[in-house]
């Protein structure tokens, strides 16, 4: 943000943009927990296993 009330240095912003993407991830990892639980109901293997998939490969990149 650039304004007369506001000096972010590049520290801060990185830190902003770090936060941003761990929420987003954290936010995806949720969804597809939630949708996993949902084929689980359905009795959908198919999209059980492609769902695990996903969450698998998301988590590499989230680092848990």
Do not use: C, P, W
Not at 9 to 19: A, G, P
Not at 35 to 51: G, H, W
């Amino acid at each position: 943000i650039k304004s007369a009330y506001f000096k972010v240095t590049v520290k801060e912003e990185v830190l902003v943009d770090m936060m941003i993407y761990e929420a987003q991830l954290t936010h995806a990892q949720m969804k597809l927990k939630e949708q996993i639980d949902q084929a689980l109901d359905n009795r959908d293997k198919e999209a059980f296993m492609k769902l695990s998939n996903e969450l698998i490969e998301l988590e590499k990149n989230f680092g848990n």
